[in-house]
């Protein structure tokens, strides 16, 4: 009997705690010497475990990423041309372009009576025109002609200031309704254009224009011929009637002596300044704008060679 009475005096249960003592008992017990439900040893221990575990997880992870460096080199991509995703089809951007708040857009659309009216596109133009002015690498750059390409570890000036009437000083002719849009080809290491330079092999689907001014080209001189050829045009019937005459500015291409970009210091793409001379005002114009090499395909739906813009001016 007295030990059964021992019994149930030993499995009797707990005492009855409201919830705040059962918290405050939780958080130390003074009875066990334990907080949060663990004695100080225990707490100990856990912790050099995972010190010891995440300490060795991070070198772990360290020593693969160190590892993982070693096959790559800073000045130049791991995968080229058709090896990488980028492929070795570059693309054609145009500047200056639609707000952020629209960036879907492609729409060039100002009212030229209205200077509050036109000034995000001629201060936008500035901004990225001002990237080439301030680009570092300048002790890499020299001037170029196809005469005299660059030296090895040097890359061609862009002459940002040798687009009359496309200039700074002239707000970029916007405010005389035939503003100048820029063009430039995306840069693709090592990637080299197979020129359109013998006027025997053009291309078919050439402008008839382009192909007169690169056979006028071909009879001053071949060298003339190694440019990446711009053209620009609108997209339907209406368009064509409405864009009117275009120049382009320094000249009608992407001079060869450019490429390859090999990411030297200092390299910036060369630009072509494509002025519209009178578009018609209040009609929304669709413009392709195409670079023509061998070895540029044109796929509007990928953009690869060509871009889309639209302009309209009031």
């Known amino acids: 009997m007295a030990d059964k009475k021992v019994a149930e005096q030993y499995y009797a249960p707990p005492p009855q705690l409201g919830k705040w003592e059962g918290f405050k008992q939780f958080l130390w017990n003074s009875e066990t010497s334990q907080c949060l439900g663990r004695t100080g040893s225990s707490w100990a221990k856990i912790i050099i475990f995972y010190i010891i575990f995440y300490a060795g997880l991070a070198a772990f992870f360290g020593g693969m990423l160190a590892v993982f460096f070693q096959t790559?080199?800073?000045?130049?991509?791991?995968?080229?041309?058709?090896?990488?995703?980028i492929g070795s089809n570059p693309g054609l951007g145009f500047r200056p372009m639609p707000p952020e708040s629209n960036v879907e857009s492609t729409l060039i659309w100002y009212d030229a009576g209205k200077p509050d009216n036109m000034k995000y596109w001629i201060e936008e133009?500035?901004?990225?025109?001002e990237t080439y002015r301030n680009a570092p690498g300048a002790e890499n750059r020299v001037k170029c002609d196809f005469d005299n390409p660059p030296p090895e570890g040097k890359v061609c000036i862009v002459n940002i200031d040798g687009f009359y009437p496309c200039t700074r000083d002239n707000q970029f002719n916007y405010p005389k309704a035939a503003p100048c849009?820029?063009?430039?080809?995306?840069?693709?290491?090592?990637?080299?254009?197979?020129?359109?330079?013998?006027?025997?092999?053009?291309?078919?689907?050439?402008?008839?224009?382009?192909?007169?001014?690169?056979?006028?080209?071909?009879?001053?001189?071949?060298?003339?011929?190694?440019?990446?050829?711009?053209?620009?045009?609108?997209e339907n019937p209406a368009d064509v009637e409405s864009i009117g005459a275009i120049q382009y500015i320094p000249r009608r291409g992407f001079p060869g002596f450019y490429f390859?970009?090999?990411?030297?210091?200092?390299?910036?793409?060369?630009?072509?300044?494509?002025?519209?001379?009178?578009?018609?005002?209040?009609?929304?114009?669709?413009?392709?704008?195409?670079?023509?090499?061998?070895?540029?395909?044109?796929?509007?739906?990928?953009?690869?060679?060509?871009?889309?813009?639209?302009?309209?001016?009031d």
């Not at 402008?207 to 045009?233: F, M, Y």
């Not at 990928?302 to 813009?309: A, D, N, Q």
């Open 72 to 85: 790559l080199d800073s000045t130049k991509p791991k995968w080229e041309l058709d090896g990488g995703l």
């Open 125 to 129: 133009t500035e901004r990225f025109l």
């Open 181 to 234: 849009i820029f063009l430039k080809l995306n840069k693709i290491y090592n990637w080299y254009p197979d020129m359109y330079n013998d006027t025997t092999k053009l291309s078919p689907h050439m402008p008839e224009d382009l192909k007169e001014h690169i056979r006028a080209e071909a009879a001053r001189g071949t060298k003339n011929t190694n440019v990446i050829w711009v053209s620009c045009e609108g």
């Open 260 to 313: 390859p970009f090999k990411n030297i210091e200092g390299y910036m793409p060369p630009l072509v300044a494509v002025y519209f001379e009178r578009p018609k005002t209040g009609v929304l114009i669709n413009i392709e704008c195409k670079a023509w090499a061998r070895n540029i395909h044109h796929d509007r739906s990928e953009r690869r060679g060509s871009v889309h813009f639209e302009l309209m001016v």
